[in-house]
T-cell receptor, first 116, second 111 residues
């Protein structure tokens, strides 16, 4: 299965700890997006990355949150000093390079963060 | 004003009926429009996309776009209980760099 892979699927952290969520895009995809979904709510855009570049981080909180997509390896969403309000499902999506891009996003299964 | 607005529902229809889901968006420069389906606890999956004004049909699904009114809709004909899910309207912003989602409409199809 060459789909979007996210891990961990479930993560429990205590307040003040760090959470790291990883995403490997589909083979051949060079664009990665992170979305956050609170219970019973829609997907909130956080950040859009290409390899080694952050293209749009307008949805990312200014503090405690960061994202990267290195030349080698998965994209990582990092949340420092987690608070209870960070509890949510974090979805990663990928899409092909622009010339082959219909705009469709291919989603991973999500990482569900619970902050105690 | 939210960038993409949908009625949260729930929308309840009997099996075999037509379900009509609506969406409005604020960015006049938006170019691409999508409908995703999300089952509870699962990830969104694409159902339809539409780029041009008018209707686009795919099986039991029809997407309708009216750019002048900034309005997108999804019709589901012959609704089935398996169609019960949350339907997310999504719009790419001017420049097409990011996709904005509505809060979703919950659909229940009663057997």
């Amino acid at each position: 299965n060459a789909g979007v892979m996210q891990n961990p699927r479930h993560l429990v952290r205590r307040r003040g700890q760090e959470a790291r969520l990883r995403c490997s895009p589909m083979k051949g995809h060079s664009h990665v997006y992170w979305y956050r979904q609170l219970p019973e709510e829609g997907l909130k855009f956080m950040v859009y990355l290409q390899k080694e570049n952050i293209i749009d981080e307008s949805g990312m909180p200014k503090e405690r949150f960061s994202a990267e997509f290195p030349k080698e390896g998965p994209s990582i969403l990092r949340i420092q000093q987690v608070v209870r309000g960070d509890s949510a499902a974090y979805f990663c999506a990928s899409s092909p390079p622009r010339q082959a891009n219909t705009g469709e996003l291919f989603f991973g299964e999500g990482s569900r963060l619970t902050v105690l | 004003q939210k960038e993409v607005e949908q009625n949260s529902g729930p929308l309840s229809v009997p099996e075999g009926a037509i379900a009509s889901l609506n969406c409005t968006y604020s960015d006049r420069g938006s170019q691409s429009f999508f409908w995703y389906r999300q089952y509870s606890g699962k990830s969104p999956e694409l159902i339809m996309f539409i780029y041009s004004n008018g209707d686009k049909e795919d099986g039991r699904f029809t997407a309708q776009l009216n750019k002048a009114s900034q309005y997108v809709s999804l019709l589901i004909r012959d609704s089935q209980p398996s169609d019960s899910a949350t339907y997310l309207c999504a719009v790419t912003n001017t420049g097409g760099f990011k996709t904005i989602f509505g809060a979703g409409t919950r659909l229940f199809v009663k057997a």
